[in-house]
């Protein structure tokens, strides 16, 4: 059954905001805000709101509103000049909350779950991006699980995620209206490492796991539109390495590179892997060290720098390597002008006792890609209590197709900090350079580089309001993010104070157009 929606008015009681000229951040940076949409809020609307990227066709932001019987989803489609085209409210269980959203095609795919209970049905809302309207599909579910992992492909959605640790796939049929496991899993802990699509609608799962020999490894497992089982590779490491973490991305010519990071033990990293598969499942597998790294340790103060290549240096003329241990974050690989790009970011988790402050990496607290297990009293003190995710700097790393590194670069995030892990650093591969951008506490800090080469070191340059003359408290930002939109231009929300014309201080929800000329 579908649901129709019509394109909303402008609403004169929340006091929308428009503004879409040129505001100039910083010649010396060359960020340009192209425009800028505000919203006022009010405390009951303060809920936190969230934004997907649609490229050229705009994007959508939305959240839960509460009520007596039933929540809300509100919905709302802007163009790329920030002009309302619909909004659109859902029917929510007041149990429920969204989960994950993708887009495939013409419409957008929303999935709703059980906050608090595991067991039970999927909900998925499939909204076509034209005029609004959905229809919600019911995916039965007999196991509970928490899903990790969302997308959707033209015939199916598949949902994964963990069961009594253990990955786990869900295929639901859109043309059978069916739901079912994928074969394969249930075989032991592991990690879901990565959940792609190709443009046929076949599946690639990355699993980590432990072999027979204690040792983890990875499983690749490849699956058909309707999710059936094509063939697995597992590549394991050498002796006394563990594969920690991983993924992938496909040649013309059929082969496959797959890269991450691997470590002596399972919590920390030592450096980068990287692994190059031919179509029968043949591969050879390199390993390099942070320390082999040109660049790696660029984010540290020039005496501390000084002193770790002057280790190194030491180590390498006695004939041995230094050792590193980072836990590790590694993203997406890019491909880029007949090469590839590997990006990732450094982090340590942050804890404090009641009565005195602990900043450090605990064995058992964190699993190998950063997520948090439960913890517990520590005797004679009181309970362990997270605090944040500190950044240290992100690393981008040039690979060939024979899985060499071609050259690395890197860019200090020291000053950011989040409740959640995620991809900090935004990368976008222009022709004759990379731009890093990042931002935090409505501060746009950038690098650009080409290769090993900086082209433009780190710039801060804050992001105005809607209006000449608005202030902006940037200590007051809530729930910030940065991605790439499409072409040359990113898009930053968030929440955050301002006021207008000198006249009081309000809450607003913002997303402003931004470019690096």
């Given at each position: 059954m579908f649901f129709m929606s019509t394109g909303s008015r402008w609403n004169k009681k929340i006091g929308l905001t428009l503004c879409c000229w040129f505001i100039s951040l910083g010649l010396s940076a060359q960020i340009v805000q192209r425009g800028q949409y505000e919203l006022p809020l009010i405390d009951q609307e303060a809920s936190k709101f969230n934004i997907t990227g649609l490229r050229e066709s705009g994007l959508v932001f939305y959240r839960q509103i509460s009520g007596r019987e039933n929540d809300q989803l509100e919905v709302i489609r802007l163009d790329t000049a920030f002009q309302e085209i619909w909004k659109v409210y859902i029917d929510v269980n007041k149990s429920q909350s969204l989960l994950h959203v993708d887009?495939?095609?013409?419409?957008?795919?929303?999935?709703?779950?059980?906050?608090?209970?595991?067991?039970?049905?999927?909900?998925?809302?499939?909204?076509?991006?034209?005029?609004?309207?959905?229809?919600?599909?019911?995916?039965?579910?007999?196991?509970?699980?928490?899903?990790?992992?969302?997308?959707?492909?033209?015939?199916?959605?598949?949902?994964?995620?963990?069961?009594?640790?253990?990955?786990?796939?869900?295929?639901?049929?859109?043309?059978?209206?069916?739901?079912?496991?994928?074969?394969?899993?249930?075989?032991?802990?592991?990690?879901?490492?990565?959940?792609?699509?190709?443009?046929?609608?076949?599946?690639?799962?990355?699993?980590?796991?432990?072999?027979?020999?204690?040792?983890?490894?990875?499983?690749?497992?490849?699956?058909?539109?309707?999710?059936?089982?094509?063939?697995?590779?597992?590549?394991?490491?050498?002796?006394n390495k563990n594969l920690l973490f991983g993924r992938s991305t496909h040649l013309e010519d059929g082969d496959q590179i797959v890269a991450g990071v691997y470590g002596r033990f399972t919590d920390y990293s030592r450096g980068i892997f990287i692994a190059n598969i031919n179509p029968i499942g043949e591969y050879s597998i390199g390993y390099h060290n942070f320390s082999e790294l040109h660049n790696f340790f660029t984010y540290m103060k020039s005496g501390r720098q000084k002193r770790i290549k002057e280790r190194i240096e030491r180590k390498n003329t006695e004939g041995k390597k230094i050792k590193f241990n980072y836990r590790f974050l590694i993203h997406d690989i890019i491909p880029y002008q007949g090469q590839f790009i590997m990006t990732g970011e450094a982090f340590y988790p942050h804890f404090h006792y009641s009565s005195m402050t602990y900043s450090s990496g605990f064995q058992n607290a964190f699993t190998s890609t950063g997520q948090a297990n439960s913890f517990s009293s520590v005797p004679g003190r009181s309970n362990l209590i997270f605090d944040f995710y500190q950044y240290t700097h992100a690393v981008v790393i040039g690979i060939d197709k024979n899985g060499n590194i071609l050259w690395d670069n890197s860019f200090e995030i020291n000053d950011a900090r989040s409740k959640q892990l995620g991809q900090f650093v935004k990368v976008k591969a222009e022709k004759d350079r990379i731009v890093m951008l990042y931002l935090f506490e409505n501060t746009l800090r950038s690098k650009v580089i080409k290769g090993s080469e900086v082209l433009a070191g780190k710039t801060l340059v804050a992001l105005k309001a809607?209006?000449?003359?608005?202030?902006?408290?940037?200590?007051?930002?809530?729930?910030?993010?940065?991605?790439?939109?499409?072409?040359?231009?990113?898009?930053?929300?968030?929440?955050?104070?301002?006021?207008?014309?000198?006249?009081?201080?309000?809450?607003?929800?913002?997303?402003?157009?931004?470019?690096?000329?």
């Open positions: 887009q495939h095609a013409d419409s957008l795919f929303l999935l709703f779950k059980d906050r608090i209970y595991l067991g039970g049905d999927f909900q998925l809302a499939s909204m076509r991006l034209g005029n609004g309207d959905y229809v919600i599909h019911n995916i039965k579910n007999l196991i509970p699980f928490n899903p990790s992992e969302f997308i959707v492909t033209q015939k199916a959605a598949w949902i994964g995620g963990y069961y009594n640790y253990r990955p786990i796939v869900l295929h639901f049929s859109f043309s059978k209206a069916r739901s079912r496991v994928l074969a394969g899993f249930f075989n032991s802990p592991g990690e879901l490492d990565q959940l792609t699509s190709d443009a046929s609608g076949n599946i690639e799962v990355i699993v980590s796991a432990r072999n027979l020999e204690k040792r983890k490894s990875l499983w690749i497992r490849n699956y058909d539109s309707e999710g059936e089982l094509i063939k697995t590779t597992i590549v394991r490491p050498e002796e809607s209006s000449d003359g608005d202030a902006v408290d940037s200590r007051s930002s809530e729930n910030e993010s940065l991605d790439h939109w499409y072409g040359d231009n990113f898009y930053a929300s968030g929440v955050r104070r301002v006021c207008h014309k000198a006249g009081p201080w309000q809450k607003v929800f913002f997303i402003s157009k931004i470019a690096y000329k």
